[in-house]
């Protein structure tokens, strides 16, 4: 017995020699290891990577940028069930531990020490913190000991909520998605709270090999973790049995999600990335959660789009059909489905057209087989653009689209648009396309494409005209012009569009009908100088005005933002305004870190008189009711003004006008300039689209009213001569003027000044 006691006493005392020796060796260890653990205010004050948001100004998400996808939430608005499936998979002594598990270490070391393998065991829920937070993935035991030594510091710093509200938004889940939350968008396309038991649980069985054993990786595998995980919230408590088999039983039902944007506005996103990126530096930009706000709203911004995409297939539609895609041999149509929709997904799909193969016709149209594995019936009349060019038959793979009168036989558009709105008073972005597709071509067209817009440059020139004397019924000769110019050409001899001249022509009717002749008279007779000075308080960028007549016809090379920028001047009674797209950048913690500046009405700039502006609408609104834009009537509107652009050879077309509410822009042409067609003017090319457009934007909203503002006089003149006429006269019209260029009232007829039209004679005021 003796000696049983005393061999007892000697492995006892061995034990305790271990023990001590491995307590010394901790801390000799912390005591190397402990300056290079991260701080206590680094671990307080510890941030998790948030992607860029960007977002309409009625608060729907447009688009995110980062490598990572991260909803950070409270531990409030994670599910109980989903909480104790973490902990019952991970952690089950998460409570009773203070950041180390010794027991469960314990049984790592003794699995080592018999298997010679690193086994299960020992890593806690707050041991995983410390690791994706502060250090590296590799597996050495210097590395477990940072992460043993951290983790005690995070419990004495931390509650044990708020390093589950940590470790919860921090872990790694699998297809990019960082955190629980991001991890139910990602896997189902729903919040948290919509998330069924089985699924709680398949996410609480992905930290031990996301990227190999989530749902859509392995499914098999996934199930076996949902499986483990539902077994060991039943061996707890957690669950009773019968949602335990209820939740084994259920399918998977995952699926690949990406946070959806409710708003296609891809290009003002674009616009939103650049900015904060230049502010805020590219990896902040990514990673610190800013939250931007635009300026956009979502019914416009999808109206818009809408109206860019059908206005580009009413001109392909009417410059005939290019043919199919290809022609599918019959051994595939007829073979395995699968190779046949491999095959139909390798072809382009731009905007919102479908691609699909004709499986069959007969005389009342086309039955396609699309990419995505659906039947569409493609009617004659949705064909009949393209006859004669068009002969389907079975093989073909084709592009169709989706209209409000059933589908329709499509392509491509092979020239590009750009359609910008402002709000006319604050310069706000209401609604920007800067093309047919993003995903095709990320060039923006209304921010970067400087082109020609023609005869729309006009009105600016006759703002100057207003500025510097001249009046809406000041005569200018439309008669042929030669210029000898070294600038321009050896000789320009400049027409009018219809080739013809008409003889002294009053500035108001010259807009109207847009005669190139008097727009260049009328420039050369202010003066190329004053005007220059003029169109630089529109914002008109003065290093892209050429110095010389060609002017007048509209030779400045603008972006359509330019244009409506200037445009909006004239809306807003004559203020300059400064476009912008973001209204406020938000940061992580809601505080905001830029906001647009707001300026008072008393602080706004003024580009021109508040008369130039009014007589400007009122010669712009001619050109709707009589002139190159005399279509827009279909609207029913009487508060739209505009002017269309033609440029030389139908290389551009435009169309920019506007009402009190708002102001767009439409430029239409290819990105490397070449002829649009005959007959691809302004008002053929790009006014539809701004009507659609406008129509929709302004539909069920009142006309706009413009106050008249003190210093115009209106009265009856001749339309021939421009001169003041009696109440009386044959064929006199009313015009307007501002005080100081009133023209003299007529001279007083053989019967006296008592007669007939002295009341006529009367300004209307």
């Given amino acids: 017995m003796s000696v049983i006691i005393r061999r007892s006493l000697q492995m006892l005392a061995g034990l305790a020699s271990l023990g001590l020796l491995a307590a010394g060796g901790m801390i000799a260890a912390y005591i190397v290891l402990a300056p290079g653990l991260p701080s206590v205010e680094s671990v307080r004050n510890v941030e998790l990577q948030v992607p860029l948001r960007v977002y309409t100004a009625e608060g729907e998400l447009i688009d995110e940028f980062g490598e990572v996808r991260r909803t950070p939430v409270g531990l409030g608005a994670i599910p109980p069930s989903m909480v104790e499936a973490f902990i019952a998979a991970e952690d089950q002594r998460f409570y009773q531990h203070p950041g180390v598990d010794y027991e469960g270490i314990a049984r790592a070391v003794w699995y080592l020490v018999r298997t010679g393998e690193k086994g299960p065991g020992g890593s806690t829920i707050t041991m995983q913190l410390a690791r994706n937070l502060f250090l590296s993935s590799e597996q050495t035991y210097l590395r477990k000991l940072r992460e043993i030594f951290l983790a005690l510091r995070i419990e004495q710093e931390l509650d044990k909520r708020k390093i589950l509200e940590l470790y919860l938004n921090k872990i790694y889940l699998g297809q990019r998605a960082y955190g629980v939350a991001a991890a139910a968008e990602a896997y189902y396309g729903r919040p948290l709270a919509e998330l069924t038991l089985p699924e709680q649980a398949m996410i609480a069985g992905l930290p031990k090999a996301p990227s190999a054993s989530n749902p859509l990786a392995d499914p098999d595998e996934a199930l076996s973790r949902r499986a483990y995980v539902l077994g060991r919230m039943l061996a707890t408590g957690v669950i009773d049995q019968d949602r335990y088999d209820i939740a084994m039983a259920a399918p998977i039902t995952a699926d690949r999600h990406r946070r959806q944007s409710r708003v296609d506005a891809p290009y003002v996103a674009e616009m939103a990335r650049a900015r904060v990126v230049e502010r805020f530096g590219r990896t902040a930009a990514y990673t610190e959660g800013y939250s931007v706000y635009t300026t956009v709203a979502a019914d416009r911004q999808a109206e818009a789009r809408r109206a860019l995409r059908s206005g580009l ?46 499986t069959g016709v007969d005389d009342e149209g086309a039955t396609l087989l699309t990419a995505a594995d659906e039947r569409i019936a493609l009617p004659e009349a949705g064909m009949q653009w393209a006859r004669p060019q068009l002969v389907l038959s079975v093989g073909d793979v084709v592009h169709a689209r989706e209209t409000d009168d059933g589908w329709r036989l499509a392509q491509p558009p092979e020239p590009q648009s750009g359609l910008v709105a402002l709000d006319p008073d604050t310069g706000g972005i209401r609604a920007l396309v800067g093309g047919y597709d993003f995903s095709f071509s990320k060039f923006n067209r209304v921010t970067q494409a400087a082109r020609q817009p023609g005869s729309a440059f006009k009105p600016l020139i006759y703002s100057a005209a207003l500025a510097n004397g001249l009046t809406p019924a000041t005569l200018i000769n439309d008669a042929p012009v030669v210029f000898t110019d070294a600038a321009l050409e050896d000789v320009w001899r400049p027409e009018n569009y219809s080739g013809r001249v008409f003889g002294p022509t009053r ?259």
């Fill in 507 to 765: 500035l108001r009717e010259a807009l109207t009908r847009s005669r190139n002749l008097v727009s260049i008279r009328v420039l050369r007779q202010i003066g190329i100088s004053p005007t220059l000075v003029h169109l630089e308080r529109f914002g008109l960028p003065r290093g892209r005005l050429p110095r010389n007549l060609s002017l007048a016809l509209g030779a400045a090379e603008v972006t359509p933002l330019e244009l409506a920028r200037a445009y909006a001047v004239f809306a807003n009674g004559g203020y300059a305004v400064e476009p912008h797209v973001i209204e406020r950048i938000v940061d992580n913690d809601g505080e905001t870190v830029h906001e647009a500046p707001k300026t008072e009405s008393a602080e706004r700039r003024r580009a021109i008189s508040a008369g130039n502006a009014w007589l400007m609408r009122s010669m712009l609104r001619n050109v709707v009711e009589e002139g190159t834009a005399r279509r827009a009537r279909e609207l029913g509107r009487s508060d739209i003004a505009g002017k269309t652009g033609t440029t030389n050879d139908q290389n551009d077309a435009w169309f920019s006008g506007f009402n009190a509410d708002l102001v767009a822009t439409v430029w239409v042409g290819f990105d490397e300039r070449q002829s649009l067609g005959r007959y691809e003017t302004g008002g053929r090319a790009a006014l539809p689209i701004w009507m659609d457009f406008m129509g929709e934007a302004l539909a069920g909203r009142p006309a706009s009213e413009w106050s008249r503002p003190n210093g115009l006089v209106t009265v009856k003149i001749d339309p021939e001569t421009g001169e003041r006429v009696s109440g009386d006269a044959p064929d006199a019209i009313y015009e307007t003027f501002r005080t100081e260029n009133l023209p003299p009232p007529p001279a007083p007829s053989d019967e006296g000044s008592s007669g007939s039209g002295g009341e006529a004679d009367t300004p209307l005021f």
């Fill in 313 to 358: 297939h009413a001109y392909d539609e009417r410059h005939g059909y290019r043919g199919p895609l290809a022609q599918l041999e019959p051994a595939l149509i007829d073979g395995p489905r699968e190779a046949l929709l491999d095959r139909l997904s390798g072809f382009p799909r731009p905007g919102a057209l479908r691609v699909g193969v004709v």
